[in-house]
């Protein structure tokens, strides 16, 4: 069973529980050869805290000894691992070798024997050369196979491989037909050969190709992606395990692995990322060392680099700072960097499942940052819920707002603010991202005027872009100077921008009061005829309170803003209870992760409000955890 | 007596000595306040291996207790540290609280008497909001004080710390005048407080404008800047040492450093870079402990990480990929990335620093990288060196070269081929940065047709630039189709690139011999009437062997080339050892470190042939350690 417990756009933090056994994801299963363990599985366990592990099943199947043991004792016991136990199927080994002689069944079977937690299809393996038919013949095979493994198997946690060589289309057909299987887990297979080679653009388009189609509740697995340098990237892309042969296959070699890259250990005189097994001071003796005493010492600094790059990633998308951090991988080998612009390709479709408010601020990395889907998720919804109708639209740029705060301050039209992440209406820029975003003096400007004009209503336009205003164009432009009420009309910007345009009016609609900080003058709070209906929060927008959640139900009409919830689920909810999976009947499609909504039941009744985790997709699809959390509820007599 | 050992640009990788003591530099000295020791000296000199500290003498000198048992044991054995001390002189604490009532000469004897290995003169600090009259005041009474100083003090190491607030070319005029002295040590002071505000571009202007003003000899220290995020930039501009009370001071606050940041203890879930102090799982207990042992374990842990840091910035030296290094941290915070755009502005100075050859290939890490020096000097030398007489110069893109192969081999023309690190002649492409540069597909390129066009000498410019070539177009141009001998008009024209134009006529004119590999087909030696002229290396430039050194001798006039040294290293290079500092007399200006070069004795007379490893005003000054690799040296009878 997965459950996603935070997120940072399509990437997630989860928990894969089997019985009594989980892992936290991301995750890096390491890979043990139960015939040459170089460092044991209880190392593993105790020395890295892993729990979980990945072996391969047909390794056990063909040694008789092994077989006999693992049979009478279970996979468990006899590598002496009390964690998580993945089991592969030999595909690799057939895919090599030739012909393995073994029955799919056969070997799904011996998995669950002998106490797999995780069992593989031995699925057709796709080369990146395969020409399409026969890279279509592979998936058919496997999804054949699958489905008959899938009937025969029992109550056990089944991982269907996703194959289809280098063909996007073919690795979004294969993800399509393994996904109506409903199994447990997916891995991507056959990326081995792309990453050794540095194909990671390659990758980009396989991974976006198979996500984009699998059930989002559903822990996805690339296959053989051992090396930490793509870790980041695949994580961004919604990946959640991994699983290492290379700290062994690399130390064997006298090959060091990195975040950034690898290294002979020959060409080290200072070791650029440290570990408690390696660093500088211990390079000679290392070098002088017996082979298989060297091997081990570089398989541990392997692994443990590994792990530390696991530990990185989550870090960041806890922080909410996984973009960023990827701008930054991406510097370290040209070919990340064109994984990064191909990712930026998908923005449309990974657009829904970026959060619109982060913890972390937003960091200008250079040009590249502007790509980001953030960055056009806020300027779409700019468009699409900034529409008034005022006479005048000023266009200025944010270094002159104190030159023109007599103007703003004064004058009914549209302020437009040029910032180097676009153009923003002025009310909106204390709003996350812009206004806790960092830029650097040196940067480019993302220019969505002309998108942002077309979508307000206005008769003239006055760019004051390096000009000046003067009293000659107030007689020009005939303008009233009049004090305005910044806070009423900023709050209803904000209203809008965030619950959708006409939202503002129907919460203002009344007495309004309006409590600020005492110590920064900042507005925390709004009542509306003496009921608490707003609380703004640090990134600029609003908690939504009981009382303006009603006011938003009656304004708008079914599904806009709501979580659809079951019966059971209402009874809870009316409780305080959280909204778990499940229990979800329906969502507002354009809900994004952490958004506030409404929770109702399927009559529309109102129910409570809460800050979702997951957008609609996702939350139909996942099968446990919490979905929407709930804030206050309706006290029904 | 500070020792230049490898180089990438203007960073280096020394050995600063002090009788038997030494440090390898890039270093960080860690900070101790005697009266409140959180990591003892001798931790840090075997737990960290770190061999050198810093510590307060005013501190020391007005407390009776520690000044006496100073005085009687010496500084070493007061702290408890065999390695080298370097004594700071009350200068912030004289900013910060006022007249410390010492004279500057005493606190400077009182150094020298309890045995400091560097003595820091009592500068006057200069904050950032400074006005110019009062830093001005401040570098000229820092001058005085440092006249004094040195003139009162004897035989040891003085440091002169260099003010001059955010006024670049007041930092100038401090550097020159500190300069003038003839110090052993230059810190740049007052600085920390735009470290903490994250005043990175300024901190670069400040950097350059001192560095490009002192001994290239002289070791420099930037005061007080212990965070690991600006260690990459401010070694890249030439900066060897660095003292850090960060570690402790942040682990007060419960703040924990990290190499692309500081977070706080009570933020984190995950550990984004672990450390053998603190890593995930022992964040609960840290957290509950009493403040003492927290503060401990923290300063452990933000020691170690800044040590880390700088260890992983020796690496990128060592292997040539510090620009790249900078290029990526520079993604971790935009003021990083401020600062590279601003380091890029002093490229015209730091040009002839780069070693055009590099033994990590380019990496294109984002449009940034085409603005790194090497590509301009790369750009420089060909449009210097490569003039020739053709009747026709053809533009091709390097994806058509296979199309064009025939076009290419047979007539006789100018090929300028675009690739994304600019226009480049055919003959040159297997040449460093060309043939092991890595670029992304998804990429811009940098565009010197221009400039190179303007350098070479031809009637007729066909640009075949996604056109093609046709029988047509051959009538046209009237071609005359005639295998050419590549190979020597390739060697010709790397031999006129790599050691100046009319080289090529010069060194083969004669009988000349091509021996090829025999598994790779690539040139490797060559042959003018039997004697042993050059040697191809891996990155497609020439090695000088004695007899092609003498020709080169011959055909170019002094100071092309030229290493000159003194009569006494003539006798010794003459046996076969290398050319030192101090025996230096000349140099060609125009050689970069790497170089080939030609060593002479003042009247010109040829001794043999070498690697420099300096620029001329770096080799002028340097006082001890290698200053060309003699590679062969003329057997006089």
Redesign the interface.
Same mark, same amino acid.
């Given at each position: 069973m997965f459950e996603i417990i935070d997120r940072d756009g399509l990437a997630r933090i989860g928990k894969f529980t089997v019985g009594k056994k989980s892992v936290e994801t991301p995750a890096l299963m390491p890979v043990i050869n139960p015939n040459i363990i170089v460092i044991s599985p209880s190392e593993i366990y105790e020395k890295f =805290?892993t729990y979980a592990l990945i072996t391969n099943s047909y390794i056990i199947y063909r040694d008789l000894d092994l077989k006999e043991k693992a049979i009478q004792k279970g996979l468990h016991k006899l590598l002496d691992f009390p964690g998580l136990i993945m089991t592969d199927s030999g595909t690799f080994q057939d895919h090599v070798y030739g012909d393995i002689n073994i029955d799919f069944l056969e070997i799904a079977k011996f998995q669950r024997d002998i106490g797999s937690d995780i069992i593989t299809i031995l699925d057709v393996f796709t080369e990146p050369e395969f020409d399409r038919e026969r890279v279509e013949n592979a998936i058919d095979e496997t999804y054949r196979r699958a489905k008959l493994t899938k009937e025969n198997l029992g109550d056990v946690n089944i991982a269907g491989p996703i194959q289809g060589g280098i063909y996007p289309d073919l690795r979004e057909k294969a993800a399509r037909m393994m996904n109506s299987l409903d199994l447990d887990y997916y891995p991507i297979g056959g990326v081995v050969p792309l990453m050794e080679n540095y194909r990671y /653009?390659d990758l980009v388009n396989i991974i976006m190709s198979v996500k984009m189609n699998i059930d989002y509740g559903k822990p996805v697995h690339l296959f053989g992606a051992g090396h930490p340098m793509f870790f980041a990237f695949a994580v961004l892309m919604g990946i959640d395990f991994f699983d290492s042969a290379s700290y062994v296959k690399y130390a064997r070699d006298d090959r060091i692995l990195f975040p +950034?890259g690898t290294r002979y250990l020959d +060409?080290?005189? #200072?070791?650029? #990322?440290?570990s $408690?097994y390696l +660093? /500088?001071?211990d390079l000679d003796d290392i070098k002088s060392m017996e082979k298989e005493e060297r091997v081990k010492i570089l398989a541990m600094h392997n692994l443990y680099i590994s792990m @530390?790059e696991i @530990? =990185?990633v989550? *870090? *960041?998308i &806890?922080e909410n700072s996984l973009w960023?951090y990827v !701008? !930054? /991988? *991406? /510097? %370290?080998? $040209? %070919?990340l #960097?064109?994984a990064l612009?191909?990712i930026y390709k998908y923005n449309e479709k990974i657009d829904k499942f970026e959060n619109l408010s982060k913890k972390h601020p937003f #960091?200008?990395?250079?040009? @590249?940052s502007l790509m980001r889907p953030l960055v056009k998720a806020f300027e779409k919804r700019i468009i699409k819920n900034y529409k008034y109708n005022k006479k005048i639209c000023f266009v200025l740029d944010s270094k002159d707002l104190k030159e023109y705060s007599k103007l703003i301050e004064n004058v009914d039209a549209h302020f437009l603010i040029r910032t180097p992440i676009g153009f923003v209406p002025y009310n909106l820029l204390h709003v996350y991202p812009v206004y806790s975003a960092? &830029?650097? !003096?040196?940067?480019e400007y993302y220019d969505n005027l002309n998108k942002i004009l077309e979508s307000i209503d206005f008769d003239l336009l006055v760019s004051l872009l390096n000009k000046k205003f003067d009293d000659e164009m107030e007689k020009v432009l005939n303008i009233q100077f009049k004090k305005k009420d910044m806070d009423v009309e900023r709050i209803k910007n904000v209203i809008d921008f965030q619950f959708g345009y006409g939202a503002g009016d129907a919460l203002l609609d009344g007495n309004l009061r309006i409590v600020k900080s005492k110590n920064t003058g900042m507005i925390r709070n709004i009542y509306l005829n003496d009921q608490h209906i707003l609380s703004m929060r640090n990134d600029g927008l609003f908690t939504l309170k009981l009382y303006g959640g009603k006011i938003l139900h009656r304004k708008f009409s079914y599904p806009k803003l709501r979580t659809v919830v079951t019966k059971e689920s209402e009874e809870f909810n009316l409780k305080g209870k959280n909204v778990f999976a499940r229990f979800i009947v329906d969502m507002d499609p354009d809900l994004r992760p952490y958004d506030e909504t409404i929770i109702v039941n399927e009559n529309d009744d109102f129910i409570g409000v809460g800050r979702t985790l997951f957008t609609r997709d996702e939350a139909l699809k996942i099968k446990k955890g919490m979905v929407v959390e709930l804030r206050e509820f309706e006290k029904r007599e």
């Open positions: =805290r /653009r +950034d +060409d080290l005189k #200072y070791v650029p #990322y440290p $408690p +660093d /500088r001071y @530390e @530990e =990185r989550k *870090a *960041a &806890f960023e !701008e !930054e /991988r *991406a /510097r %370290s080998h $040209p %070919s #960097y064109d612009v191909e #960091y200008y990395t250079g040009k @590249e960092i &830029f650097p !003096e040196n940067c």
